[in-house]
């Protein structure tokens, strides 16, 4: 009470000064004091997460490679389990110097980055997909050797693994 009759004594060219300077610091005063309050938790909510790439990637590969073997002669009906690693992986550009001398090599290598001043991220180069670990297929015509080696075969080159990492059986 006693600033604002301080305040009211001021002439009238620094009176709107002094409250201007008065309502500036309250402003900041009060952003300081938000800055130590807790945020508000998000409300939790029942539904599953939506399916991140490297499973959305796995689901898809499944998917083809199931259709794959049901095209393939006596295989019958078929179902594929992948494992997979780590999820995708990031190749961010590059640019760099190297110099070398007599007993050392010396190499710089900075990230390209894009975007504007206040939100800079780096340029991705490459999506690396998932590395594909293993596999399961279980089909109907698996009972016959001939189908099993096809199915191996086929399984082997579609996934890029060796035939070790699969396994193959027949349906019940």
Known sequence: MEAVKNLLK??????????????AAAGLLL????????????????????????????????????????NIDGAGEA?????????????????????????????EKKYVMTGGSSQRTPLIETVETPEIKGAVIVCTGCGSPAVEERVYKAASAALGIPTSKIYVTKMK
Do not use: H, W
């Open 10 to 23: 001021l002439p009238k060219g620094r009176r709107s000064a002094a409250a201007v300077t008065a309502l």
């Open 31 to 70: 952003i300081m004091i938000s800055s130590f309050l807790p945020d508000k938790k998000q409300p939790v909510t029942d539904e599953p997460a939506p399916p991140s790439a490297s499973e959305e990637y796995c689901r898809t590969t499944e998917k083809r490679l199931r259709e794959l073997i049901r």
């Open 79 to 107: 179902e594929v389990y992948l494992t997979v690693g780590s999820g995708e992986r990031y190749v961010y550009a590059a640019e760099g110097k190297k110099s070398s001398s007599e007993n050392k090599t010396e190499e």
